[in-house]
């Protein structure tokens, strides 16, 4: 998010979830619109924001069985419905998500290896 010059809803890091994270949309755009966008063009289903936070934020799930690639991927149909619902954003999202997992690399299998010993 922050790559693309968006902000987290949540705006204490101590808050950020573990199984989702809200998204603000820029003033003037609309996350309902986005959201359809992503569903029709990559058949992927993002939350949508509740009550007075409907169309000002969208939601990514992030729980369950997941690793870098579903995660690159979520990212990237994320970013390529940003261009084609023309949501003002910086691009380099996906990009910058893929250089942190390749740094925290040797350290998932040193995690991985630790919880299954």
Known sequence: MVAWGLENFCLEPSGFSSAQTTVKMPDGT?????RKIILERFDMSLGSGLGKLKGGVFRIGHLGDI??????GTLCGVE??????????RP???R???EVFSTQGGEREEQTRSVEH
């Not at 609309?30 to 986005?34: E, I, N, S, V």
């Not at 390529?80 to 954003?89: D, F, K, S």
């Open 30 to 34: 609309d996350a309902d619109a986005l």
């Open 92 to 94: 380099g999202g996906v």
């Open 80 to 89: 390529m419905g940003l261009g084609l619902a023309g949501v003002p954003h």
């Open 96 to 98: 910058a998500a893929l």
């Open 67 to 72: 690793n870098e690639l579903t995660v690159a």
